[in-house]
């Protein structure tokens, strides 16, 4: 077979990286067993007519127009008992917390609200995660200057492109102005820090493209698309997607796979980028 040279190699792998406070005076807490929808419905009606409507329901459940007319059913533009329970009783069967209403004058039947409960304020869709959408409007509410992509990046540990339940609570507790107290393990490497693979959108009936590496890593974790420790020819493939270069990946593995191993390892790999 004849040889790969060093300047083919390099040119395969240029081509595929283009590619405010709350008050100290709080009511009492509802005893156990007591109906709590209807009494968080009746601290959220201000005026006590029965209903719930826009202008109330923003100050004393945080809520924007899209969330509102989640409670609101029947789009009469004010929500009623009926509505207001059934919202709760879904959040509360899919496994949320429904956070106490604040009452008219600033009183709060549970005390202050934690982020990771304040968090779910936001989950439009009851899904109890926060998607871009829901997680922006969450940090606005929290006086946060994190972009969302940001923190989608830094936190969302299984790639899903939302804040589930679990990344909520680290969230929250990056959030908690007394963290500092508590500093998080560094990272052991740069790789650690900055390799997280984001995947990218996908489309109905697009070629799927492969995720998206932002950080300062090394060339070998970039093109190791698995993370399994080795470059295959599957790896490369991927991240050649959707186009097709005009290189032969088979033969340019099995030249630089010095162990027969049928990939390319660090240690393969960092030879063939010294010229030995």
């Not at 005893?31 to 419905?41: M, R, S, V």
């Not at 809520?63 to 029947?74: N, P, S």
């Not at 009926?82 to 919202?87: D, I, K, S």
Request: glycine residues 8%; proline residues 8%.
């Amino acid at each position: 077979m004849s040889p790969v040279s060093p300047g083919l190699v390099l040119a395969l792998f240029a081509a595929l990286f283009c590619t405010g406070q709350e008050p100290a005076d709080k009511p009492p807490q509802p005893a156990a067993g007591e109906d709590l929808p209807k009494q968080y419905f009746e601290i959220a009606d201000y005026d006590s007519n029965g209903w719930v409507t826009i202008s109330e329901a923003k100050p004393s459940m945080g809520v924007d127009r899209r969330t509102f007319a989640l409670y609101d059913e029947d789009g009469d533009g004010r929500i009623s008992l009926e509505e207001f329970r059934a919202r709760y009783e879904k959040l509360v069967k899919n496994g949320g917390a429904f956070p106490a209403p604040i009452g008219k004058g600033g009183l709060r039947t549970s005390g202050t609200l934690a982020p990771s409960e304040m968090a779910l304020r936001f989950d439009e869709d009851g899904d109890q995660a926060l998607n871009r959408t829901e997680l922006r409007a969450f940090l606005a509410a929290m006086n946060s200057r994190l972009d969302a992509d940001v923190v989608l990046l830094n936190f969302d540990r299984d790639g899903s492109r939302r804040i589930a339940k679990g990344e909520i609570t680290e969230l929250a507790a990056f959030l908690d102005p007394d963290r500092r107290a508590h500093p998080p393990p560094r990272a052991a490497s740069i790789e650690e820090l900055f390799g997280k693979s984001i995947p990218r959108e996908e489309r109905k009936d697009s070629t799927q493209i492969a995720p998206l590496i932002l950080g300062p890593v090394p060339v070998f974790r970039r093109l190791d698309l698995d993370s399994d420790g080795k470059i295959s020819a599957v790896d490369l493939i991927g991240l050649q997607r959707p186009i097709q270069l005009p290189v032969r990946i088979g033969p340019v593995i099995a030249t630089l796979d010095t162990n027969l191993d049928g990939a390319i390892d660090a240690a393969e790999f960092d030879a063939s980028m010294s010229g030995k």
